[in-house]
């Protein structure tokens, strides 16, 4: 088994490649790469029976070339110093990606949630937003978190709630976080987000023919066999738009194992039998795989881990047979996988671009935090009659009458969901072809990651620029 690299290495190597390909100092580059504040806390909690444990956590603010820093906020038993330095770099990456004006950040506690009670896990968070708080590490102008593995709205809820009790005076405390409910601040669609922007990039990168016929795929999502790693947030909205798009689901990996139907899964029903099981095994019709790791092998044209890290590596990649892969998780190919993998001509669309959809709608809701106002309210009653009585005018001058439905549905304003979902769909379609722009013009050499990092690289170099420190 090949030794595994430090995460952080990893998108090191990856910026290393990409930046050959800029024109910037060294001394610029190296700014960019380094990470610029790291916290490591750790604290006591009491447990419900009395016990106390001492809890390890950390959050690591990579960029500061703009404020607030973003990112999410991660519990698993895996979380390290490593691993969340790792993530915020490539949140800075992604955010240069999008252009969306945040640094990068991320935070995770070490812990396995399902080893703790509700009340355990909310007095574990609140108590983190403590620790935060009492070194500035959380702020809307400061570092604002979001959701990530195993955490999710009620989570973020107690975030902005201690935060507020924190800092009563400030009037824009609820932008403290992103990924709240929505009776907390939060914006219609950014839970589907993540998922719906994988949905976004990979109709966009299908949509090219002189890119699909290396592949041996047609143009479109129609039909497509699609393989799911994870089943969480980000792996069933992913399936569930797909599914929707005419994409065929014929795998589905979780923690416990995976099950297979190469003539296609009822995403939703599969989730149906996971809530009244626990479990995704025994889906009727589907074959069970023990193994989770079989699945990502199984026969497909588009991948998807939306679960881990490492998922790909140097040990696998020779069995994978997907044509595309696409990285909905944070860092699922190794770098000795992605350059395997390009080898063989497997298309792999990069994590920093594809998983972007949660940082852009939280973007959004960051947005509509400060302006104090759900976004649409204020034009959509305007622009609906504006709309209708522009549909009458077209009546009388041609002399055909619409009917009620046609009226409401093409008169239709924009509400808050409805301008979120343009918004994504917009920013995953332009980011693409920026990205591919950039790949022609550099060649052969260069794929779709680096491409998307050459474009991060040169978006921040030219923010430090404009500040004056470097020439
Ligand atoms: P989640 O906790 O909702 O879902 C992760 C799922 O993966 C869980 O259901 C878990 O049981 C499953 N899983 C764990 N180990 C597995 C294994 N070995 N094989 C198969 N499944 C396994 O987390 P999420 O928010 O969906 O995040 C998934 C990935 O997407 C992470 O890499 C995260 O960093 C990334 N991401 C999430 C967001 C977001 O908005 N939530 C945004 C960008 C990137």
Redesign the pocket.
Known sequence: MATAIPFFEQVNYNFDKAARFTQHPLDLLTQIKICNSIYHMTFPIKKDDGSIETIHAWRAEHSHHRLPTKG?I?YSTLVNEDEVMA?AALMTYKCAIVDVPFGGAKGGIQIDRKKYSDSELERITRRYVYELARKNFIGPGIDVP?????T?EREMAWIVDTYIQLTPEKLDARACVT?KPISQGGVCGRRE??GRGVYFGLREVCSFAEDMKPLGLSVGLEGKSVVV???????YHAAKFLQESGAVVVGL???DGGIHAPEGLDVEAVLAHRNDTGSILNFSGATTLQN?AEVLELECDILIP????NQITGDNAHRIKAKIIAE???GPTTAEANDLLAKRGVMIIPDAYL?AG?VTVSYFEWLKNLSHVRLGRVGRRFEETTHTNLLHVIEQATGKKLSEEEITKLGHGPDEEDLVNSGLEDTMIVAYNEIRETQKQCGEAVDLRTASFINAINEIAQSYMELGIFP
Do not use: I, K, S, W
Request: charged fraction near 10%; avoid cysteine.
């Open positions: 999410g991660r993530l979001a959701p990530d593995l195993g999710g990924g987000a993540t790693q994870g089943f969480g947030n980000v792996g990996a979780e923690h989770p939306a679960a881990l890290e909905a998780a944070n998983n949660g």
